[in-house]
């Protein structure tokens, strides 16, 4: 099974999931009380998985290899993060740019450990 479509079935399941997630960080992790907070966090994981995705799809149809879809998929995960970073400032713009590439490179490992659906 493609890497596309398996993204496509595990998708549905993160959508059924997320929900559940939101009311269980704030009864458990102090400060997370606002709902909005949990909201946006939670909010953020669609896009870069879309990111991640639509970087794979594309960098499959031009043979690019695993570390030239990171370089092309780590400036578009930062791009998604921006409206995080900018209520606070970037302080460390090389720290975040790392932190932007983990991302990628961790959504890439999550989607990869998955099983095919049965």
Avoid at 48 to 76: F, M, N, R
Avoid at 87 to 92: D, L, P
Wanted: proline share 8%.
């Amino acid at each position: 099974m493609s890497f596309l479509k398996k993204f496509g079935q595990v998708a549905l399941q993160v959508g059924k999931v997320l929900p559940t997630v939101g009311p269980i960080l704030s009864a458990i992790i102090p400060g997370t009380k606002d709902d909005a907070v949990i909201a946006r966090a939670t909010g953020a994981i669609d896009p870069i998985i879309k990111i991640v995705t639509d970087v794979e799809q594309i960098g499959t149809a031009l043979s690019l290899s695993g570390p030239q879809k990171l370089t092309a998929a780590t400036p578009l995960v930062a791009a998604a993060l921006q409206p995080y970073a900018a209520t606070r400032g970037i302080a460390a713009p090389g720290l975040f740019k790392a932190g932007c590439e983990k991302i990628a490179a961790g959504v890439v490992d999550v989607l990869n450990s998955l099983k095919e659906p049965a």
